[in-house]
C-alpha cells in the first residue's frame, strides 16, 4: 500500500526538517511512501552557528557582519537541497515567504515575512499544496509552543491546522484544485522521556550533557503523546542532514553530536509524535488504563485509501 501513501511534513526554516522527524520521513521514503516537505520561509535570518567556518581557509574567515549575513543567505538553499537528498525527501516546496526573525526583533516587520502574511493567504498556498501531491498524513508543530515561541513556527502551527480542515472543503480556495481530504495530523514534539534518555545517555558515554536544568523546566508533553515510531536505524538520516547546514549546525556541538547513531539508537530508538486529528479511528491515549502507544502514522490508512 505504501506506493499509494503520501506523508507531507510542514516545517518553517531550513534545518528544521534536520533536527525534527528526520529518521521518521527516511523510514517511510525507504518504505515506498511519497514524501513531501514544505517549508514555508528562506531562513534570510539565521546567523552563522558552525564557527569553524570562520578558521582560516574556510569560507566565512576575515569577513564583515554584513559579508557574513550576504554568505549565509546564499547558502542555505543548497544546504536545504543537500538535506533533503540526504532524508530523501520526493519534493521540497518552498511556500515562498521570509524568514521572521525571533520574537519583537525589527524582521517581524518586513512586509514580507511569514509572520506579517495574511493567515488565509497563507493558507490557500498550502492547501493548494495538499490539494495537488494529496497526503494521507500531514506532520506541523504543536499547538504548544511555550518552549520555543518562534513567529515562524506559531505561523507553520495555524496554517496546517486551518489547511487540514480547509483542503477538503469545495467552499475554501475553489482556484487552488479539487478538494482533498488528509486523514491525520500530527504534531512534533521533543517528549521528557527522550530529553531524560539523551543525557543520561550523555553523561553515562561522555561524562557530560549540554542539557542543564532549564531543559528540564520546559513544558512536559508527555502525557499527549499517542504515537512513538521505531527509527533506531535510521539516525543517519538526521545526522547527514543536520551536518548538511554547515552554516547553522556546529559539527563539535554535544547538543547535536555527542552521541552516535548507535548509541542514540541504544539509548532511545523512537520519534514522538502527537495524533492531533484522525478521521480513520480514534486517538490512541496510552495513559488511559490499558492504552497503547501507536507505532505507525499510517495507522487506520489502509482501509480507508482501499474502499
Not at 536545504?80 to 533533503?84: C, E, H, K, R, V
Given at each position: 500500500m505504501a506506493a499509494d501513501w503520501t506523508i507531507m511534513t510542514?516545517?518553517?526554516h531550513p534545518d528544521d526538517e534536520a533536527s525534527k522527524g528526520a529518521p521518521t520521513l527516511a523510514k517511510y521514503h525507504e518504505q515506498g511512501v511519497h514524501t513531501v516537505l514544505v517549508c514555508c520561509t528562506g531562513g534570510e535570518e539565521g546567523d552563522l552557528q558552525n564557527p569553524t567556518l570562520r578558521e582560516p581557509g574556510q569560507p566565512f574567515h576575515d569577513l564583515t557582519?554584513?559579508?557574513?549575513?550576504?554568505?549565509?543567505v546564499s547558502?542555505?538553499?543548497g544546504e536545504?537541497?543537500?538535506?533533503?537528498k540526504v532524508i530523501g525527501f520526493d519534493e521540497v516546496i518552498m511556500l515562498g515567504y521570509r524568514d521572521s526573525g525571533m520574537a519583537d526583533t525589527p524582521p517581524n516587520e518586513h512586509p514580507d515575512c511569514f509572520h506579517q502574511a495574511d493567515l488565509d493567504e497563507a493558507t490557500g498556498r498550502l492547501v493548494a499544496h495538499i490539494r495537488r501531491t494529496k497526503p494521507q498524513v500531514l506532520i506541523t508543530y504543536s499547538d504548544d509552543q511555550q518552549g520555543y515561541p518562534h513567529p515562524d513556527h506559531l505561523r507553520v502551527h495555524d496554517i496546517s491546522v486551518l489547511a487540514f480542515d480547509r483542503a477538503g472543503d469545495p467552499d475554501w480556495y475553489p482556484e487552488a484544485g479539487?478538494?482533498?481530504q488528509p486523514l491525520k495530523l500530527y504534531y512534533s514534539t521533543w517528549s521528557r522521556r527522550r530529553l531524560v534518555a539523551m543525557h543520561e545517555g550523555l553523561l553515562r558515554h561522555k561524562g557530560e550533557s549540554p542539557f542543564d536544568e532549564?531543559?528540564?523546566e520546559r513544558p512536559d508533553t508527555d502525557h499527549r503523546v499517542t504515537t512513538r515510531v521505531d527509527i533506531g536505524d535510521y539516525f543517519w538520516a538526521r545526522t547527514g542532514a543536520l551536518k548538511a547546514h554547515a552554516t547553522q549546525v556546529d559539527p563539535t556541538a554535544a547538543f547535536w553530536f555527542g552521541l552516535t547513531d548507535e548509541q542514540l539508537r541504544d539509548v532511545y530508538p523512537w520519534e514522538d509524535w502527537?495524533?492531533?486529528r484522525s478521521l480513520v479511528g480514534d486517538i490512541p491515549d496510552p495513559y488511559a488504563g490499558g492504552g497503547e502507544y501507536e507505532?505507525?502514522?499510517f495507522d487506520g490508512v489502509a482501509s480507508e485509501v482501499t474502499s
Open positions: 510542514v516545517h518553517a557582519p554584513e559579508q557574513e549575513r550576504e554568505l549565509v547558502m542555505r538553499p536545504l537541497d543537500a538535506s533533503a479539487a478538494p482533498f532549564a531543559w528540564f502527537i495524533l492531533a507505532h505507525d502514522l
